[in-house]
Nanobody, 124 residues
């Protein structure tokens, strides 16, 4: 049974860094599209970044380009989201999700498996 587990969230000051991890304990993350999404208080969930574990191609929403980096370690069955130069508006619950069909472009409706989320708070 697939189980996605996110970790790495916490409190970070503006301008700081944080690395989120997403581990799939049920299936190897091979030939899938893995996405990071976030939901801020009172707002709808939005896509942050995606990576294909087949070819490593990535995509980012405009607000995080140049600050966040998504990567994968297939041997560890883990996808990471490196968050640098964080801003208060990055405060949200961050979720990872799996599209088992590795579809392009990365679209939220393609993702059928979701983790429980990890909280990120950017505040001084």
């Amino acid at each position: 049974q697939r189980q996605l587990v996110e970790s790495g969230g916490g409190l970070v000051q503006p301008g700081g860094s944080l690395r989120l991890s997403c581990v799939d304990s049920g299936f190897p993350l091979i030939n899938y599209m893995i996405g990071w999404f976030r939901q801020a208080p009172g707002k709808e969930r939005e896509g942050v970044s995606c990576i294909s574990t087949s070819d490593g191609s990535t995509s980012y929403t405009d607000s995080v380009k140049g600050r966040f980096t998504i990567s994968r370690d297939n041997a560890k069955n883990t996808v990471y989201l490196q968050m640098d130069s964080v801003k208060p508006e990055d405060t949200a619950v961050y979720f990872c999700a799996v599209d088992a069909f590795n579809r392009r472009p990365c679209t939220e409706s393609h993702f059928g498996y979701w983790g429980q989320g990890t909280h990120v708070t950017v505040s001084s």
